[in-house]
T-cell receptor, first 114, second 113 residues
Framework: DAMVIQNPRYQVTQFGKPVTLSCSQTLNHNVMYWYQQKSSQAPKLLFHYYDKDFNNEADTPDNFQSRRPNTSFCFLDIRSPGLGDAAMYLC?????????????FGDGTRLSIL | AQSVTQLDSQVPVFEEAPVELRCNYSSSVSVYLFWYVQYPNQGLQLLLKYLSGSTLVESINGFEAEFNKSQTSFHLRKPSVHISDTAEYFCAVRPYNTDKLIFGTGTRLQVFP
């Protein structure tokens, strides 16, 4: 089945130690999104790509970076994680050619900071 | 700017009872409307969407939602819930001119036996 896959499902890192979360998709969608979701809150959009065009949200901390080497893969890099960055990180994809297209989500990576 | 309000943060209900999860939105432009469901430790799954046409939309698992333009609402209903419906439900809007989703804060539906 075509899907959005996030690895790992659970990630533990140390305060200040860089960490990378990965997302891959077999849907061949050209738009990919990264969301941060803290406990009992709505997902918060960090950034998204139209193909290779990167779009950063104005309030996304500089600590968060992203790479999209090809259509299928997208990475979230947190350069110096703080305790406040502990959250679920969700990757999603969609097609353009119609803004009615829904977003398809992966199961997320839960990040813990020690 | 757009915003989505889910008035109830938690809705407890007994199995086989009806339920309504409320969603209101505010937008200066036309929007598409969505309901997503999130089970524990999983991502969001699309439950149903309103794009145009009939204001009543249905999902395959018995949920339905009705778009009310005058009240800017998109409430989710199910006539008889199951234990397996226990999850977090997010209402979201997508303005016509953007690929971004604006989410509500979610409603936790807890179904008791």
């Amino acid at each position: 089945d075509a899907m959005v896959i996030q690895n790992p499902r659970y990630q533990v890192t140390q305060f200040g130690k860089p960490v990378t979360l990965s997302c891959s998709q077999t849907l061949n969608h050209n738009v990919m999104y990264w969301y941060q979701q803290k406990s009992s809150q709505a997902p918060k959009l960090l950034f998204h790509y139209y193909d290779k065009d990167f779009n950063n949200e104005a309030d996304t901390p500089d600590n968060f970076q992203s790479r999209r080497p090809n259509t299928s893969f997208c990475f979230l890099d947190i350069r110096s994680p703080g305790l406040g960055d502990a959250a679920m990180y969700l990757c999603a994809t969609s097609r353009t050619g119609g803004f009615h297209q829904p977003q398809h989500f992966g199961d997320g990576t839960r990040l813990s900071i020690l | 700017a757009q915003s989505v309000t889910q008035l109830d943060s938690q809705v407890p209900v007994f199995e086989e009872a009806p339920v309504e999860l409320r969603c209101n939105y505010s937008s200066s432009v036309s929007v598409y409307l969505f309901w997503y469901v999130q089970y524990p430790n999983q991502g969001l799954q699309l439950l149903l969407k309103y794009l145009s046409g009939s204001t009543l939309v249905e999902s395959i698992n018995g949920f339905e939602a009705e778009f009310n333009k005058s009240q800017t609402s998109f409430h989710l209903r199910k006539p008889s819930v199951h234990i397996s419906d226990t999850a977090e439900y997010f209402c979201a809007v997508r303005p016509y001119n953007t690929d971004k989703l604006i989410f509500g804060t979610g409603t936790r539906l807890q179904v008791f036996p």
